[in-house]
């Protein structure tokens, strides 16, 4: 495998990293505002084939994507409107991906219910024919940036399998509640009363919606793996930079070998971490049981990963590391809240050990 970046992937980069910085710097920051630079630099387009629309970015741009955004604390909804649900419309053939690639509009995959944790595939949320096309009642939970969504997909039980409806958010009977996640975000929870849909609202076939999810669920635990691995770069930046400046007996405490060797591990952990998720990465095109394998054996990792990292850089702040102002204790926050989107470490390896190890 050869890890260099080719030309374009290298300038790919670099625009990215400069965007992403200046958003970074922004105060206050405004997520729709940085909505309109990733559409005008092409982001919204980068994953998907030019046949759909897009820009043959590849999984490897949609990394260097997520790096950024980890190591900037991104925040405009790339991975629920792209990576989730535009790539959901992409698979699926619909052409409502057109009003996210085109027109900027923001979608949302609405997976999980309450009391069903981490189970997509636990859909009590019930879709029904009508004369006119389709009833649908249900709840869902969590749904990251729910709330700036223009278009929300929801998955249902129908008579036929597992269907997928595509809903405009300001729909009758659609009700949401937004509340504040660990890391200053929101996710929306979200009821489904009674909401009427036409008939060419449900997108992709019941035969095969389970595969389709499953493929775009991977691709994200996959992703979040790279914006981990970003956060982990910058949180790591931030330590060293600490302690070449705290000084204590009149000397800087970064000369003191013990911490040397500390952050030393640190980054040995970071590395690792990369290391498993460009390897999931390329399993992506991978069959279905050998590529959930992979990026559930990635995610474990990078939230153990995670979790010493940022323990790590919080022990060697001081007290002033756990503070929100600070921005060691915001990466730390981040890592926290990605350490359970789309499964625990637990969960993950259980996925390992039910798909037989990876290289099985």
Not at 268 to 282: C, K, L, M
């Amino acid at each position: 495998m050869n890890f260099d970046l080719s030309d374009e992937q290298a300038l790919l980069r670099d625009s990215i990293d400069r965007l992403f910085e200046d958003h970074g710097r922004s105060t206050p920051r405004d997520p729709m505002a940085q909505w309109q630079d990733y559409r005008d630099l092409g982001l919204l387009a980068l994953p998907f084939p030019a046949a759909s629309g897009g820009l043959d970015g590849g999984h490897e741009a949609v990394m260097l994507v997520m790096e950024a955004y980890g190591r900037t604390l991104g925040e405009a909804p790339w991975l629920q409107s792209v990576l989730l649900a535009g790539r959901l419309l992409a698979d699926a053939g619909h052409p409502a991906l057109a009003e996210v690639l085109d027109h900027g509009r923001r979608a949302a995959l609405c997976l999980y219910e309450p009391g069903e944790r981490y189970r997509w595939d636990a859909c009590a949320t019930h879709a029904e024919r009508t004369d006119d096309g389709w009833r649908l009642r249900g709840e869902k939970s969590a749904l990251l940036d729910g709330s700036t969504a223009d278009l929300l997909i929801c998955p249902a039980t129908t008579a036929d399998g597992l269907g997928l409806f595509l809903i405009p958010a300001d729909t009758q009977g659609v009700a949401q509640q937004a509340h504040p996640t660990p890391d200053g975000r929101s996710a929306t929870n979200i009821r489904f009363d009674n909401v009427l849909l036409p008939e060419n609202a449900a997108i992709g076939d019941p035969a095969t919606n389970r595969d389709l999810l499953a493929a775009v669920i991977d691709g994200a635990i996959v992703a979040c793996c790279s914006e981990a691995v970003g956060a982990m770069e910058r949180l790591l930046a931030l330590t060293t930079d600490y302690l070449r400046t705290r000084s204590q007996f009149g000397v800087a405490i970064g000369t003191f070998q013990a911490l040397q060797h500390r952050a030393a591990d640190m980054l040995v952990a970071i590395e690792q971490a990369r290391s498993i998720t460009i390897y999931a990465i390329s399993m992506l095109d991978a069959p279905a049981a050998k590529r959930t394998v992979a990026a559930a054996a990635a995610r474990a990792l990078v939230n153990r990963t995670g979790r010493f990292v940022g323990s790590e850089a919080i022990q060697l702040h001081g007290g002033m590391g756990l503070t929100s102002e600070y921005p060691a204790g915001r990466y730390f926050q981040r890592l926290t809240v990605l350490e359970t989107l789309f499964g625990d470490t637990e969960h993950m390896l259980a996925e390992v050990e039910r798909g037989g190890g990876v290289g099985a």
